[in-house]
């Protein structure tokens, strides 16, 4: 099985299909970029399952509905009004329980968060797992919003270009760059704009300390810029 397959199989893959997965899992296990991809289609199902489980009702719910049900029965005699009272109690139930758990499309939700996940893949991922070593061959990650002539428009000048690869942070996907400057391994991560839900003025950058690391974020376009040296 080559890469080609192996991403066919990855978007369609039939987990009863034994000797296939057999082989894409051998075929993971040797090639450092699909062990990669298949780490992040693992994670992403950890976190469908974990959003679709059954949430229990509250505590009293049924006593709560039953009450509302009689309450409206008993004031609205006339069968037709009793029944538009029934279907006013059974919409507000369901606000009840749909509200509290309206999705929110936001997967970073603080800089706290944003700061906790980028210095947990700086520092728990070395150069071996980039994937490309050129600027030019970005693309091959998949379709990024920006050129590399503008993030390095944003970056100083004696930071040297090492390599790149695709990671998850948190719920969300980032593009992971890597560069040199001196003896100093630098990270810069970008994550879409409309997968962090917390407000950036575009005209400043933030900076926060962590032990002898610096993290930066600022937002360029559609993309924030995270940085830690």
């Known amino acids: 099985m080559d890469c080609?397959?192996?991403?066919?199989?990855?978007?369609?893959?039939?987990?009863?299909?034994?000797?296939?997965?057999?082989?894409?899992m051998k075929h993971a296990a040797s090639c450092s970029?699909?062990?990669?991809?298949?780490?992040?289609?693992?994670h992403l199902d950890g976190l469908i399952s974990k959003t679709m489980a059954k949430e229990a009702p509250p505590s009293g719910l049924e006593a709560k509905v039953d009450m509302i049900l009689?309450?409206?029965?008993v004031k609205?005699?006339?069968r037709l009004l009793g029944l538009y009272g029934a279907l006013a109690a059974v919409l507000?139930?369901?606000?009840?329980?749909?509200?509290?758990?309206?999705?929110?499309?936001?997967?970073?939700?603080?800089?706290?968060?944003?700061?906790?996940?980028?210095?947990?893949?700086h520092?728990?991922?070395?150069?071996d797992q980039l994937i490309i070593d050129h600027p030019g061959n970005l693309g091959s990650l998949g379709t990024l919003g920006v050129d590399y002539e503008t993030i390095r428009g944003e970056l100083p000048p004696s930071f040297v270009f090492v390599g790149a690869r695709i990671c998850p942070l948190g719920e969300c996907e980032a593009f992971h760059l890597v560069f040199r400057d001196g003896g100093n391994r630098?990270?810069?991560?970008?994550?879409?704009?409309?997968?962090?839900?917390?407000p950036l003025s575009l005209d400043k950058r933030y900076s926060i300390s962590a032990g002898h690391q610096t993290v930066q974020l600022w937002q360029k376009g559609g993309y924030v810029y995270t940085l830690i040296a």
């Open 186 to 198: 630098v990270s810069l991560y970008l994550v879409k704009a409309e997968d962090v839900g917390f």
């Open 4 to 24: 080609l397959q192996f991403c066919r199989w990855l978007e369609s893959r039939d987990t009863h299909d034994v000797s296939v997965a057999d082989q894409a």
């Open 70 to 73: 009689e309450t409206t029965a």
């Open 92 to 121: 507000a139930v369901m606000v009840i329980l749909v509200v509290p758990f309206w999705p929110d499309t936001s997967k970073i939700h603080s800089m706290d968060e944003m700061e906790q996940y980028v210095i947990a893949d």
């Open 33 to 42: 970029q699909c062990q990669e991809r298949l780490r992040f289609d693992e």
């Open 76 to 78: 609205r005699a006339p």
């Open 123 to 127: 520092n728990g991922h070395g150069d």
